[in-house]
């Protein structure tokens, strides 16, 4: 079946959200959401989900899902706040205790942060299945750029989160704590196993130089032809190309917020003895 998408994109962090729907009825999953936040002044704001809300609510459509692709290092989830409105269930890989252990222990975060997932509706693992409506979605693994990132294979579109980019633009960062420039080349193996025809939709948009409008969507047949990091290259070229890279990046700007709240499933931090809610600020962790 051949899903329908609606993109919504921020321009603030570059991220690509998506209503995916069943063709033929209202059933719909939202895929990567964005919670507003201005680190300057600690505000958070809800323009962006209240789109999704607003698309949702105008097409009378029914959300069963809230999917997260990975815990994003650089957006702060909605989840929380969209399944208040249109319920769903929040669902991530199972690979999320991995990344509460890493980060609880970077965050000093204590005993009473819990690190078994429970944050979340649902837990996928590699080979698990779920439906739209009558679409089903089948849930690859696709670990490298975090130890959690999934990829969910929904009718004859395929939602890679950070695994890869457009064409153009190339594949996702791995030195992250838990990353893997040789486990991301594996999993971008297993997407490219996919039918040629199968509809890949990133999670984020550069625009790579001398391409001037954004984008979103390509076909698996369009990466295996023309990724700039992947063509042509052998998986040790590959290797070699991503680790040298990734030593030139600094780090995403919204980083420590977003890993502090998304890996609570979008949830902010408990508040204080004040009921002041903070957010912690690492000195040299990362």
Not at 188 to 215: N, S
Not at 242 to 249: H, V
Not at 255 to 269: E, F, H, K, T, Y
Request: net charge negative; glycine share 10%; hydrophobic share 40%.
């Amino acid at each position: 079946m051949k899903p329908k998408v609606k993109v919504f994109f921020d321009t603030a962090t570059n991220t690509v959200s998506y209503v995916v729907r069943d063709p033929s009825g209202t059933a719909a999953a939202i895929i990567d959401s964005v919670l507003d936040f201005d680190q300057a002044s600690g505000r958070t704001a809800t323009a962006s989900a209240d789109e999704i809300v607003q698309y949702v609510r105008d097409e009378g459509l029914s959300v069963q899902w809230i999917l997260e692709t990975h815990v994003h290092a650089d957006h702060l989830s909605a989840a929380p706040y969209l399944q208040e409105r249109l319920g769903g269930k929040i669902g991530i890989g199972n690979q999320i205790t991995v990344v509460q252990d890493t980060f609880g222990k970077v965050f000093n975060e204590g005993t009473e942060f819990q690190r078994d997932g429970s944050q979340f509706d649902v837990l996928f693992a590699e080979g698990d299945s779920f439906h739209i409506g009558q679409l089903r979605g089948d849930v690859l693994h696709t670990p490298g750029h975090t130890p959690a990132c999934l990829t969910y294979v929904i009718g004859d579109a395929a939602f890679v989160g950070d695994t890869l980019f457009m064409p153009d633009y190339g594949t996702a960062r791995c030195d992250f704590p838990g990353g893997s420039a040789q486990t991301l080349y594996a999993s971008i193996q297993k997407i490219l196993a996919l039918p040629d025809d199968t509809r890949i939709f990133v999670g984020h948009d550069y625009k790579a130089p001398g391409r001037e409008d954004f984008a979103w969507e390509s076909t698996v047949g369009e990466q295996k032809a023309g990724n700039v990091h992947l063509a042509g290259k052998s998986g040790a070229d590959f290797v070699k190309m991503r680790e040298a890279r990734d030593a030139t990046l600094g780090m995403p700007k919204l980083i420590l917020p977003s890993l502090q709240v998304n890996m609570r499933a979008g949830q902010m931090p408990p508040p204080d003895d004040s009921g002041t809610v903070m957010l912690k600020l690492p000195i040299n962790k990362l």
